[in-house]
């Protein structure tokens, strides 16, 4: 049990695939506008991450080493329609925003990367508690971002006016250029946090 919870929550922050990491930079930097687009986003690829590696851990030891990665994206590609048929179908304006970024979740290096470095090596449980804990980090992380943005932005967050209507929006927030920004900063603040965590011990 102590090893399910500390492979869960190692992607919550030790290796949080966003700030820690700099990984699946893609999604982060494109669909991070809003707050709610980042959980979409997360909750989307955490769903995928957490069955396809289960899957990939049940079959890893009759999967054959030379085609695991072919095998990989396959299970991978199955979940990812999954998703894609059923925001489509279920949340249509939110599949409108996310667009081309639900199947890209295909090549998402972080779900490749925790199929190839963990989920075909482990038990499944353990599987299970990795990629919940990578989903979430990711979730949260990607989330902060768009939230921020978001905030800066239009100054709302998750829709509702928060700042007022009379304050300057820094529409750059809601730019490319904003993702960076937003990114570089965050990813600072998280270094800052770590280094300080490490040097009180």
Not at 144 to 162: C, N, P, Q
Not at 189 to 196: D, E, H, Q, S
Request: one cysteine or more; hydrophobic letters at 60%.
């Amino acid at each position: 049990m102590y090893q399910l919870i500390k492979d869960f929550l190692n992607g919550l922050w030790n290796e949080n695939p966003t700030f820690r990491m700099i990984i699946g930079m893609c999604p982060t930097l494109a669909v991070t506008t809003a707050a709610m687009n980042g959980i979409a986003m997360g909750l989307a690829a955490t769903f995928v991450l957490v069955f396809s590696s289960l899957l990939i851990s049940l079959l890893r030891n009759f999967i054959p080493a030379k085609v695991r990665i072919p095998c990989f994206i396959i299970v991978i590609a199955t979940f990812v329609t999954v998703v894609d048929l059923f925001m489509a179908a279920y949340f249509p304006a939110m599949y409108k925003i996310l667009g081309l970024f639900i199947p890209l979740i295909v090549v998402n290096c972080i779900i490749m990367a925790r199929a190839e470095a963990f989920a075909s090596k482990v038990n499944p449980p353990r599987a299970i508690a990795d990629a919940l804990g990578m989903g979430l980090g990711f979730t949260w992380a990607i989330t902060l971002i768009g939230a921020v943005r978001e905030l800066m932005g239009s100054g709302t967050i998750f829709g509702y006016h928060v700042l007022g209507e009379n304050v300057t929006r820094w529409v750059i927030m809601l730019l490319p250029p904003g993702a960076f920004i937003t990114m570089g900063i965050l990813l600072g603040l998280m270094n800052v946090i770590v280094r300080g965590a490490k040097g009180s011990h």
